[in-house]
């Protein structure tokens, strides 16, 4: 079948790191408060917890998962709203932002309707996107307590849960194109046949060791990727591209 893009498609936008340049404070402030917390839920009271653990959980949960908190429930019986509510808890919130300006009158140039989609929390998403003020330019706004599939969570980068989407909203994969700064989401997404957008510019600053590790490898345009843009302002000129 030839490659298309409707005149109408549906964007699947993830938020963090993609919208705003969440590794300026706000990854540096999650990560420090799931240290805290994975700290506290591995204490025995016995052997004190090494930075060295904590980073291994949060790192190693990440890794294998997709999401530290799939493998805090999974190993370690933790309530995930206790755990969102906790590692999401940050002050000053707007002073901690940095987005770009324009984000509004780019969506708007962008045909077709537009869903956010994210692995975050929904009351910290919320607060995110209406500090950008581009609520209104979103048809939906799925967060990650409506990812479940058969009552267990299904964050990014699930296939079933992705699928399950693209059922519920009545669109099929190849007219919807996921923008993504993560390659194993988008790895997911181009498996199931969806148009794939890698945005970069916020990778410099990404506060994983293990992802900066991988920078050079992971700048390399991987096959499940149909453009890499720098920034998502530079979607419209690459429209074409995604033909």
Not at 6 to 13: G, R
Not at 78 to 98: E, G, I, K, N, Y
Not at 188 to 202: I, P
Request: overall charge positive.
């Amino acid at each position: 079948m030839p490659n298309h893009i409707p005149a109408s498609p549906v964007w699947l936008f993830d938020l963090d790191n993609t919208l705003h340049d969440a590794s300026h404070a706000i990854f540096p402030a999650i990560s420090a408060n799931m240290n805290t917390y994975i700290a506290r839920v591995l204490e025995d009271g016995v052997t004190p917890v090494t930075q060295a653990r904590v980073d291994a959980a949060r790192l190693g949960y990440w890794k294998r998962y997709g999401a530290t908190l799939l493998g805090m429930m999974r190993h370690h019986g933790v309530c995930a709203a206790d755990f969102l509510s906790q590692t999401h808890d940050l002050h000053d919130l707007r002073a901690m932002m940095r987005s770009e300006t324009g984000l509004g009158r780019l969506l708007q140039r962008l045909p077709g309707r537009k869903i956010l989609l994210t692995n975050a929390p929904r009351d910290y998403s919320t607060h995110v996107m209406r500090h950008l003020r581009l609520q209104r330019h979103f048809a939906h706004h799925i967060a990650i307590e409506q990812m479940h599939v058969h009552r267990q969570l299904r964050p990014k980068p699930s296939k079933l849960m992705l699928s399950r989407l693209l059922r519920r909203h009545g669109v099929a994969a190849r007219d919807c194109i996921l923008v993504e700064d993560t390659l194993v989401n988008l790895k997911s997404a181009k498996q199931l046949g969806l148009r794939t957008v890698w945005v970069t510019q916020y990778l410099r600053r990404n506060e994983a060791s293990t992802l900066a590790q991988m920078r050079p490898r992971r700048l390399i345009l991987p096959n499940y990727v149909d453009v890499k843009v720098k920034s998502v302002r530079q979607l419209p000129k690459r429209l074409q591209r995604l033909r």
